[in-house]
């Protein structure tokens, strides 16, 4: 037994309290550090289903426009979306709320894994766990706020529901589906903790698993289904609120709860604090050339993240382009849909306008990857990493600019590739490469200068009010809240102007205009600016 663990043992013993003391105090501590974010991902997923409610009654007001839309809903729609189970609107409104489970599962993730191996990994925990508190008290206390959120969420979905008539029983069902996502991941991302000494190569792990999972849903739904059933996306579907709700799919995720987290304490209990269960590899006795510099050491922080978002968009643009012909048969002739989709002065095809919406969507998924690695600054300022190279004869500027680098190249590659992706599927579908892969390529590129503002906010934040850093994600999801409700619902168009995408041009089917391009990008220059001159000015925290 390790000098570590016989420590801990001595803790337990001598507290009286148990593995478990302090897990109150702890959850309440949490608690007040996450209330904003904890806010923004309980209650914003659950205004979602009630948009969509309020929408299906007027886009699909009749049961036969209903019903003509299931019938010709593709498999590549199905890959996406998931399998539609009943033509109601309720029906409907599940099926396209069925994107609340992934997202409501990422910001678990994000949540166990920042209370429990971040905090191992700066060294606060330690701290922590020299006084009266238990082994397993931080990752009790961090599954209490992440499920406790994720109940309150099904809550809010449960209630919202109600209140715009839709039956309650399906309401509960729904409700039920967002919890049983949200604490399976919970579990997966309690695991992902215990396993990695790094707080980034364990969100890695759970991320992973959430998109493994949703890709064999997406493969299930494309096919026959039964490879859905492995996955716990699916399971969420299947309870099937509002079409004959099936209650026994329930066990499928409490199981797999009771299980993951079984396992997490197991792991936790067999590992000394601040390891992993997977052994650390030394490294090199000497560092190659490639690490002699800031932007050398940046890239081995970056370089997974990279390739990470660059692969997932670049697959969505795949299966865009190769759905995108034909749109104009999913929807026929429901002229509501066709105006939301032509929404924003698109003239040309439908099928392009239908790619250019995705790409916007594609846009703000980048400004996520935007944000993600700009605040990489924040946490290794926070971690004392940042101090370490600063001591050297590395200056602020030059430090910063080596992850903001990241911040503004990186976005562009994983567009670029998406957009080749979607734009040479497309052309091969309608057999008109050389046309169809510049004007895709153009499209994704447009959107840019409002995923380069987001990383300009993020250190304009870092720089000024570097503890508010964080609400960065708050600003995005805000962005992303009025993009959804401006293609669904009647928004003031000076609300819907906030939104720095809906000032991009539509590309491709629409008109390039310079100035909102360039625009924003001087938006973006002088965040980046005045966050790089705050830095260099400000102590270090």
Known sequence: ????????????????????????????????????????????????PVFYALAMDHLYPTAEERARFISSTSAALKALEGPTFGASVGGLTAWFAGIVYPVIALAVILTVIRHTRAEEESGRFELVGSTSVGRYAGLTAALIL???????????????????????????????????AGAVFAGVAAVAAQLSTGARTARGIALGALGFAFMLRAVGDAGSGTVSWVSPLSWS????????????????????????ITVAYALLRGRDAGAGVIAERPGPRVAPPSLAGPVGLSWRSHRGQLVAWTVGLGLFGLLVGGMAHGVGDQFGDIDAVNDIILKGGASQALEESFIAMTLSIFGIVASAYAVSESLQLHIEEESARAEAVLSTAVGRIRWAFSHILFAIVGPAIAMVVTGLLAGLTYGIVIDDVSDAVPRVVAGALVQLPAVWLMAGLVVALFG????????AWGVLAAFLGLYIAGVTADIPQVVLDLNPFSHLPILPG????????????????VLLSVGLVAFRRRDMR
Request: charged share 10%; with cysteine.
């Open 1 to 48: 037994m390790s000098t570590a663990t016989l420590e801990r043992t001595r803790n337990d013993a001598t507290t009286g309290g148990g593995p478990f003391a302090g897990t109150s105090e702890l959850a309440r501590m949490f608690l007040l550090r996450d209330k904003t974010v904890l806010g923004l991902w309980t209650v914003y997923p659950a205004i979602l």
């Open 146 to 180: 992440a499920i406790g959120g994720v109940s309150v969420c099904g809550l809010f979905c449960f209630t919202g529901l109600v209140i715009v008539g839709l039956p309650a029983a399906g309401a509960a069902a729904f409700g039920v589906a967002v919890i049983s």
């Open 237 to 260: 579907q299947q309870i099937r609120p509002f079409s004959d709700e099936r209650w026994w799919v329930v066990i499928l995720p409490l199981t797999a709860v009771i299980g993951l």
């Open 464 to 471: 000024v009010l570097p503890k508010y850093a964080t609400a």
């Open 510 to 525: 629409g008109e390039f205009r310079a100035g909102p391009v360039v625009g924003l990008t001087a938006i973006a220059v």
